[in-house]
C-alpha cells in the first residue's frame, strides 16, 4: 500500500535563508508524487509534479524537489525563503488501486517565515 | 482556462441540520471530481470521486452522500449533520482519472457543526 510521511510537523525559517520539507512515501510501484501549497482558509495550488521522467523536479514560485528512490524521499527545496512563502505544505503520492486518480496526503508541515 | 467554484465559502449549521456544498467546474468537459475533507491537524481524506454524470464512489463510509446531476457540478450533502462533520471541505477536479493526473482544488468550504 502507498504510504506518505512528512517528517515535520512545523519548520521555521528565517527571510532568504534556504527551505528544506522532508517528504518520505513508501510505494509498491513507481509512485507519481505531487507538493501541494495551502495558504490559510485557502484551496491547495500544486507547486510540483512528478511522474518518472527527470529525478530533479522544478515547480512555481522557485520551488525544486528531488526524487531519490534508494532513499524513497521527495524533499522540498527553495534556496532563498520569501515572507509570502509561510503556509502549510502536503506531500502527496498517487494511489495506485485500480485506475482511479485516488490521491494520500500527508499530514502538511506548516512552514512559517520569520522577518 | 479551467476554474473550480465551490459556495458557501463558510457555514455554521447545528447538530441535526441538512446539508448541501456546491461546487462547479468551468472550461473542462467530463471532468472527474472529488470532494476531500481536510480536519484539523491532519492531512486530506477523500470523501468521494466521480467520472461522470450520476457515477459517485465513495471511499469513507460516513453521514455524506454526493450527487452529480450535470456534468460540470457535483454536490456534497448530509440530511442530518453531526459534529464530526466540521471541517474544511475542498472539491477538486482533474482531465482524467488516471492516478498520475493533476488534481486542482477550489477554494474550499469551511463547515462548524455546533
Known amino acids: 500500500a502507498q504510504s506518505v510521511t512528512q517528517l515535520d510537523s512545523h519548520v521555521s525559517v528565517s527571510e532568504g535563508t534556504p527551505v528544506l520539507l522532508r517528504c518520505n512515501y513508501s510505494?509498491?510501484?513507481?509512485?507519481?508524487l505531487f507538493w501541494y501549497v495551502q495558504h490559510p482558509n485557502k484551496g491547495l495550488q500544486l507547486l510540483l509534479k512528478y511522474t518518472s521522467a527527470a529525478t530533479l523536479v522544478k515547480g512555481i514560485n522557485g520551488f525544486e524537489a528531488e526524487f531519490k528512490k534508494s532513499e524513497t524521499s521527495f524533499h522540498l527545496t527553495k534556496p532563498s525563503a520569501h515572507m509570502s512563502d509561510a503556509a502549510e505544505y502536503f506531500c502527496v503520492v498517487s494511489d495506485l488501486r485500480g485506475s482511479q486518480g485516488n490521491l494520500i496526503f500527508g499530514k502538511g508541515t506548516k512552514l512559517s517565515v520569520k522577518p | 482556462s479551467q476554474t473550480i467554484h465551490q459556495w458557501p465559502a463558510t457555514l455554521v449549521q447545528p447538530v441535526g441540520s441538512p446539508l448541501s456544498l456546491e461546487c462547479t467546474v468551468e472550461?473542462?468537459?467530463?471532468?472527474?471530481l472529488y470532494w476531500y475533507r481536510q480536519a484539523a491537524g491532519r492531512g486530506l481524506q477523500l470523501l468521494f470521486y466521480s467520472v461522470g454524470i450520476g457515477q459517485i464512489s465513495s471511499e469513507v463510509p460516513q453521514n455524506l452522500s454526493a450527487s452529480r446531476p450535470q456534468d460540470r457540478q457535483f454536490i456534497l450533502s448530509s440530511k442530518k449533520l453531526l459534529l464530526s462533520d466540521s471541517g474544511f471541505y475542498l472539491c477538486?477536479?482533474?482531465?482524467?482519472?488516471?492516478?498520475?493526473?493533476?488534481?486542482?482544488f477550489g477554494p474550499g468550504t469551511r463547515l462548524t457543526v455546533l
Open positions: 477538486a477536479w482533474s482531465v482524467t482519472p488516471a492516478s498520475t493526473d493533476t488534481q486542482y
Open positions: 510505494s509498491s510501484y513507481s509512485p507519481s
Open positions: 472550461g473542462t468537459s467530463n471532468p472527474n
